[in-house]
């Protein structure tokens, strides 16, 4: 599935390919990908046609559309608020939100297409595995009340460091179950999980009410280092079901230190990288630069 750089890395494809359009047509393949929209598709179509796409945002592993009608732009004085509606996604484990001319043959797996008042590129929703979806969130142009309880990510300029070292360090937990608790720091799936620990020097197993201060932020650090570092690859495409806006693979897999790599030697130490079942996946770990504690949790 993908996690915060991939995301990211859409959402700013997003950014350059629909933001200031306004939508003319919204055409629904297959009913499963509006599932989360209550309404029924009909309705999907209907409440977006004539919507402006004022803003590209994100919340974790969410991203969103605001949407505003552009008469009431028009109503309204320069910089006063308006409410505006969402175009809620997630792209769950193969969705694809790809930014393409309307000449281009149809996907086999597409989904939802979005033709334009400009007449330009068309913004289409391709799923595979239609575990992903789109809905309309009435009012959540800054958030949706939908994923409001989805935690701020480490590169969010509102993060709250000391809040969340204080809030790992109260669970009793995993730290990597504790990384993955969307709730807690969002944004951290199983492959940066992994890195991220393997940077920090940390097992998967440590009991979080044992770690310090400094261990914590020390984590939080590498969770960041290597988030940016994802992002400025584009993201991870192992299945290559991820891609950009454009149909563009990332390329951070070149860079994995110890996802996917079990039976090779750590880039750090040399020592065999092993592979654990974790929570009906994996965990990949030296190691010598990964102790398992004594009282693993």
């Known amino acids: 599935m993908p996690e915060l750089p991939e995301v990211e890395v859409v959402r700013r494809g997003l950014e350059r390919g629909v933001v200031g359009r306004v939508i003319d047509s919204v055409q629904v393949c297959h009913p499963r990908a509006v599932r989360r929209h209550e309404a029924g598709a009909d309705d999907f179509s209907a409440v977006l046609v004539g919507k402006r796409i004022t803003a590209a945002r994100r919340r974790g592993k969410y991203l969103w559309l605001a949407l505003r009608p552009p008469a009431l732009e028009a109503a309204v004085p ?7 509606d969402a175009l809620l996604a997630h792209l769950g484990m193969s969705g694809q939100l790809l930014v393409v001319p309307g ?3 149809d996907q086999t797996h597409l989904r939802v297409r979005f033709t334009f008042a400009d ?7 391709v799923d595979q595995r239609t575990f992903g979806g789109l809905a309309v969130a009435p009012g959540g ?39 993955l608790d969307q709730t807690l720091v969002s944004g951290v799936g199983n492959i940066y999980a992994d890195e991220a620990l393997w940077a920090a020097r940390l097992h998967y197993a440590r009991p979080t009410e044992t770690m310090t201060r400094p261990e914590v932020r020390r984590l939080l650090a590498c969770v960041r280092e290597v988030m940016t570092a994802a992002l400025a690859a584009g993201g991870t495409s192992f299945d290559r079901l991820y891609v950009s806006t454009e149909g563009v693979s990332g390329l951070f897999e070149r860079s994995l230190e110890v996802y996917g790599r079990a039976g090779e030697a750590c880039g750090r130490c040399g020592d065999t990288i092993r592979r654990d079942a974790f929570m009906n996946r994996s965990s990949f770990t030296c190691p010598t630069c990964q102790r398992p504690p004594r009282r693993p949790r």
């Open 78 to 84: 320069p910089g006063s608020p308006v409410a505006a």
């Open 103 to 105: 000449s281009t043959p």
């Open 119 to 125: 007449q330009g590129r068309e913004l289409r929703f």
């Open 141 to 179: 142009g800054d958030l949706p009340e939908q994923i409001s309880h989805i935690a701020r990510d480490v590169l969010d300029p509102e993060f709250d460091e000391d809040l969340v070292v204080r809030r790992m360090r109260a669970r009793r937990t995993g730290v990597k179950r504790a990384l």
